[in-house]
């Protein structure tokens, strides 16, 4: 007696037709993902009106530094808050704290990015919080900020704060307007300095 037989015959039969259920459903959902992603002609994954936030500090330094953004509904994207309908911050960079990955490699990384899938209409403002050093490491911040526009790639915006913040500081390094209608940043200002932060919360 193989093994089909010793199996009760109906529930084998059941089994296979949620399994080929499963097969088509899969089939469908790659298929449906690729259409949806893939502008036909080109066959480039469409990102048209999508956009990073990039902030980076030195990345030899142990400490964290954080990445707010300001959303025109009075909202905050950052760590306490990663997700909002127009993006997410994609990861709370610790500083070293999580740059080691469970077989011990080490990234030496210091980077965290929001990625925005589609701006809405309004006033935009990017702060960088300095929220801890337990080390009380002092190695140079070294600071930068990018807005880049995904597709057609373009550097929107770039700074590089030159100002050492101290702990539990923050600096606005940009606001702006955005425009949906002609997928636009304007009125960039650098320098207005808008304080929203409270211990890092
Ligand atoms: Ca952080
Ligand atoms: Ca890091």
Redesign the pocket.
Known sequence: MNIRDKLDFGGLRFIDLIFNLLMVMTVMFILAFIHMSKNDETGEINLKESYLIVMEWNHKAKYDIDLHMTTPDKRRIFFNNKHHTIGSLERD????A??KADDGTI?E???EVIYVRQFMDGFYVINVHFYSNASNDDTKQDITVEIVKLNPYKIIFRKSIDKELALREEITAVSFLYDSEKDLIYDIDENTQYNFIKSGK
């Open positions: 960079d610790l500083g070293s999580n740059d990234l990384l210091n980077r």
